[in-house]
Nanobody, 123 residues
Framework: QVQLVESGGGLVQAGGSLRLSCAAS????????LGWFRQAPGKEREIVAA????????YYADSVKGRFTISKDNAKKTGFLQMNSLKAEDTAVYYC????????????????WGQGTQVTVSS
């Protein structure tokens, strides 16, 4: 019903920046919260950040606070994750997802997932 496609991943040196995009097509989108998750080799999926549809509420994992910024453009059905001061530990496949709320996303409840984009940070 709704498809999400991530882009913007790649190889970057530690201390560098990347901006991930998540383009949505179809419905529903209005009213949904956006989340970014990541999964590193040998690790479980973890939430990175989430933002409510109105952008009034945000959530960030402690590991990325002060370095990552989540945003979205509801009219364009596009989400973003600005990643600054990247560390080798940020290396993972990053996924965007839509959920009922930021709380739902924090609880790892999502209705739609993208296919993921690889982020590799070299030290």
């Amino acid at each position: 019903q709704v498809q999400l496609v991530e882009s913007g991943g790649g190889l970057v040196q530690a201390g560098g920046s990347l901006r991930l995009s998540c383009a949505a097509s179809g419905r529903p989108f209005s009213g949904y919260a956006l989340g970014w998750f990541r999964q590193a080799p040998g690790k479980e999926r973890e939430i990175v950040a989430a933002i409510s549809w109105s952008a009034g509420r945000t959530y960030y994992a402690d590991s990325v606070k002060g370095r990552f910024t989540i945003s979205k453009d509801n009219a364009k059905k596009t989400g973003f994750l600005q990643m600054n001061s990247l560390k080798a530990e940020d290396t993972a496949v990053y996924y965007c997802a839509l959920g009922l709320s930021t709380a739902a996303l924090v609880a790892r409840t999502a209705d739609s997932w993208g296919q993921g984009t690889q982020v590799t940070v070299s030290s």
